[in-house]
């Protein structure tokens, strides 16, 4: 055990650097949220890909809640909604609801390809549309499914960090 203390000591912290500071480009409905955000999940209609990548985020090694984002279980104590995949034609009026439910100032993220402009799902005929389509968004990050980096970048515009 104290072979094992030593080489602690010896070696140090080891974890990866914190990623860089983003552009000063936050959403204008950002700036009203004083440097945490509370973020509620909603799938409106994916494959999970974007659930796993956003669970890494949130997960030990990108850890987003050290930029002040923290996600929350209840749209009512939320700042912002992480809307992930394609609007399904059953998933647009909860969308609408989820969104009324979160009190203002509020924000809307929408994470991937499928989210942003349908992806691969754009024409299909139970999707109702991309996220934008149903509710305004503010912010969105790209990617199929998007690298955690991404989307932990996209929750240091919100807090501002």
């Known amino acids: 055990m104290l072979r094992l ?11 990866e650097p914190a990623p860089l500071p983003p ?13 945490s955000v509370q973020i509620r999940h909603v799938d409106a209609g994916s494959c999970n890909g974007c659930e796993v990548e956003i669970g890494s985020a949130f997960g030990p090694v990108y850890d987003g809640e050290r930029y002040g984002a923290r996600l929350v279980a209840s ?4 700042d912002a909604l992480l809307v992930t995949g394609v609007v399904t034609r059953n998933m647009a009026e ?15 993220v929408a994470v991937g390809d ?6 691969v799902f754009a024409g299909a005929y139970g999707v109702a549309g991309a996220v934008g389509d149903i509710v ?7 990617g199929c499914p998007p690298r955690p980096e991404a989307i932990v970048d996209g929750l240091r515009k919100l807090t501002g960090r």
């Not at 909860?94 to 809307?108: I, Q």
């Open 5 to 15: 203390w030593r080489k602690i000591r010896t070696v140090g912290r080891v974890a």
């Open 23 to 35: 552009a000063t480009d936050q959403p204008p409905a950002a700036a009203a949220l004083a440097g």
């Open 75 to 78: 749209p009512r104590h939320a």
């Open 94 to 108: 909860p969308l609408r609801r989820t969104f009324e439910a979160v009190p203002a100032p509020k924000l809307v």
């Open 114 to 119: 499928c989210a942003r402009n349908c992806g």
């Open 136 to 142: 305004p968004v503010d912010l969105e990050i790209a």
